[in-house]
T-cell receptor, first 114, second 115 residues
Framework: AQSVTQLDSQVPVFEEAPVELRCNYSSSVSVYLFWYVQYPNQGLQLLLKYLSGSTLVKGINGFEAEFNKSQTSFHLRKPSVHISDTAEYFC????????????FGGGTRLMVKP | NAGVTQTPKFQVLKTGQSMTLQCAQD?????MYWYRQDPGMGLRLIYY???????DKGEVPNGYNVSRLNKREFSLRLESAAPSQTSVYFCASSDFAGGLFDEQFFGPGTRLTVL
């Protein structure tokens, strides 16, 4: 079975500052990793995904994440955030033995202040 | 394309009442999923359907039943609602067909309160 830990429940940051949202996972088999964003009162939208290949993955809205197998991490980064990035962010994992069933972390609320 | 649609958007029930949450997708996806979202716990899988005609339990199936009515529709039923089922429910679908991983597409959610 897989598990996901998002180390920060809330991250406050000023507009135009860089941000990193941390995600660590555990699994005994190879994993596939996703970051989703949820804007207030909406469903989840995919930001980016790692299935294979390059460990640096670029997504929408200027976000990127790096898959680090040795540290079992998939941290999300953005060099300069905007007010519109205020949302909740979820890291999720699946694996070969999980039938595309996603296991989600608890979420990180990003609060961008002017 | 509407993507994944869910009805209703909001619902208030009394303890012991029953209701069915409806979900439909127009992307011709094989797999469909029901999640619940509770503060600080992320999303937890209730039931999923890998293909039309099959359903399986997820992490938190107790108190729920599902029906995969056809390829498009996947409903979630609460037979006797309890306050612990107060949550936001999300339906999702994906094109996973045995070995090719891809993203799940989510509906807008149903906010359910059980009094």
């Amino acid at each position: 079975a897989q598990s996901v830990t998002q180390l920060d429940s809330q991250v406050p940051v000023f507009e135009e500052a860089p941000v990193e949202l941390r995600c660590n996972y555990s699994s005994s088999v190879s994993v596939y990793l996703f970051w989703y964003v949820q804007y207030p009162n909406q469903g989840l939208q995919l930001l980016l995904k790692y299935l294979s290949g390059s460990t640096l993955v670029k997504g929408i809205n200027g976000f990127e994440a790096e898959f680090n197998k040795s540290q079992t991490s998939f941290h999300l980064r953005k060099p300069s955030v905007h007010i519109s990035d205020t949302a909740e962010y979820f890291c999720a994992v699946t694996a070969n033995n999980a039938g595309n069933m996603l296991t989600f972390g608890g979420g990180t609320r990003l609060m961008v202040k002017p | 394309n509407a993507g994944v649609t869910q009805t209703p958007k909001f619902q208030v029930l009394k303890t012991g009442q029953s209701m069915t949450l409806q979900c439909a997708q127009d992307m011709n996806h094989n797999s469909m999923y029901w999640y619940r979202q509770d503060p600080g716990m992320g999303l937890r899988l209730i039931y999923y359907s890998a293909s039309e005609g099959t359903t399986d339990k997820g992490e938190v199936p107790n108190g729920y039943n599902v029906s995969r009515l056809n390829k498009r529709e996947f409903s979630l039923r609460l037979e006797s609602a309890a306050p612990s089922q107060t949550s936001v429910y999300f339906c999702a679908s994906s094109d996973f067909a045995g070995g090719l991983f891809d993203e799940q597409f989510f509906g807008p959610g149903t906010r359910l309160t059980v009094l």
